[in-house]
């Protein structure tokens, strides 16, 4: 009597995929660190995905099928074992810190006419300081940081700091004037996305940050995106530009930019020396109402922008963002929990807004208080940011007394 050979059935294994990590923040959430989006997730999604991210993987059976065929959908399981770097899931403060400007130097090889630094002293952060903040911004689960300067390419030991960047498991961003890149540097980069500074066309953009760089910013932006590298923009309104927003939305939309982030600048900083830049908030807010794409800092309900964000200096200084800078929250050495800690959420209802009864408080967040308080007179902390009350229409031209 013939007997069929027994066959042994080898159950498929899944594990997390390297672009995703799992955070604790104020709840259980899933990371993606190229698409930078975030997951809610539920106690046993959480503890699923946390047995995937381990040596041995899951298997189907662990989870309810309609869950399974979405993360296999999202790519954020593969049947690959996971090859990153695990990271300690430990519950963050609250709020939560989840996105840090990390400012390693000041110096910068432009002087651009509107720069919040204002003179720069020379100064960067050491090695070994930008690694002790990294390390306890991980453990405190953060998401993103952006890697800024003055011009960040111009710190001593970038290359170092470069290839440092690869044991962090966050996303990576290289906020740069965009003119010391070339194909070398590019290719070698372990960041996620480059942000430029593109201030205008040609003719707007020189005006602000000198001859010829507009050409040059350009070039190197194209370079980036060329090599697939997402790119995305910053502007800032002046007087020089007015003319150039459309010329600006069809080139970036044409270009294939991930983010346009459209701001007004605050009166600080070398702007006070060339004020002439400056546009009031009748004619500057309307201007905010172009760009596309993501709030860099995110947002909750009920609190003003910038509720999980926080920036640490060239000096060793850590402040709420970098325009605070005469006001640090802490620094480095105290440690950047520590310093984090001492920052007081804003809520919405102590605003000015709030009185009034803004209609779009909730969309709007009360926009950039430190440019609230440095364009009111009084130096009024709760004040409304009135660029943006011209940007939603909340005051209008006839408004005006």
Not at 82 to 109: A, F, G, V, W
Not at 197 to 202: E, L, R, T
Not at 234 to 251: I, R
């Amino acid at each position: 009597m013939n007997e069929e050979p027994c066959r042994i059935q080898v159950k498929m294994r899944y594990y997390l995929s390297d672009n995703h990590v799992l955070k604790w923040l104020e709840m259980p959430a899933l990371y993606d660190l190229k698409k930078d989006e975030l997951y809610e997730l539920d106690g046993e999604a959480f503890e699923f995905l946390k047995t995937c991210a381990s040596v041995g993987g899951c298997e189907a059976g662990q989870i309810d099928e309609e869950f399974l065929n979405f993360c296999l959908s999202e790519g954020i399981l593969k049947t690959i074992p996971y090859r990153s770097k695990t990271t300690p899931i430990l519950k963050s403060p609250t709020p939560s810190l989840r996105y840090l400007e990390l400012q390693i130097t000041d110096k910068c090889n432009l002087k651009c006419k509107h720069c919040f630094v204002g003179f720069p002293r020379n100064i960067e952060l050491q090695v070994d300081d930008i690694r002790k903040v990294l390390d306890e911004f991980l453990e405190m689960q953060g998401l993103r940081v952006m890697i800024t300067g003055g011009e960040p390419l111009m710190h001593s030991m970038f290359e170092q700091i470069n290839s440092m960047l690869s044991d962090y498991n966050l996303r990576k961003v290289l906020f740069t004037n965009g003119l010391m890149l070339n194909n070398k540097i590019l290719k070698s980069l372990n960041f996620d996305e480059i942000q430029f500074s593109i201030d205008g066309m040609a003719e707007g953009h020189d005006a602000l940050r000198g001859k010829g760089t507009y050409k040059k910013a350009i070039k190197n932006l194209n370079k980036a995106l060329e090599m697939g590298i997402p790119t995305s923009v910053a502007t800032v309104v002046h007087s020089k530009n007015l003319d150039e927003f459309e010329k600006m939305e069809e080139l970036f939309k044409r270009l294939g930019i991930k983010d346009w982030t459209v701001d007004v600048p605050s009166l600080t900083g070398s702007l006070k020396e060339n004020s002439s830049f400056q546009i009031a908030p009748d004619i500057a807010g309307r201007y905010l109402n172009y760009g596309f794409g993501e709030n860099y800092h995110g947002c909750a309900e009920g609190f003003a922008c910038g509720l999980h964000l926080c920036s640490v200096l060239a000096n060793g200084a850590i402040a709420k963002c970098a325009f605070y800078s005469a006001a640090p929250l802490g620094n480095i050495d105290e440690g950047l929990r520590k310093s984090w800690q001492m920052l007081k959420p804003l809520r919405l209802e102590w605003l000015e807004c709030s009185d009034i009864s803004c209609p779009v408080i909730n969309s709007c967040r009360g926009g950039c208080r430190y440019r609230a308080t440095v364009s009111d007179k009084n130096g009024g902390e709760y004040k409304r940011d009135i660029y943006k009350c011209y940007a939603y229409g909340i005051i209008k031209n006839e408004d005006r007394a």
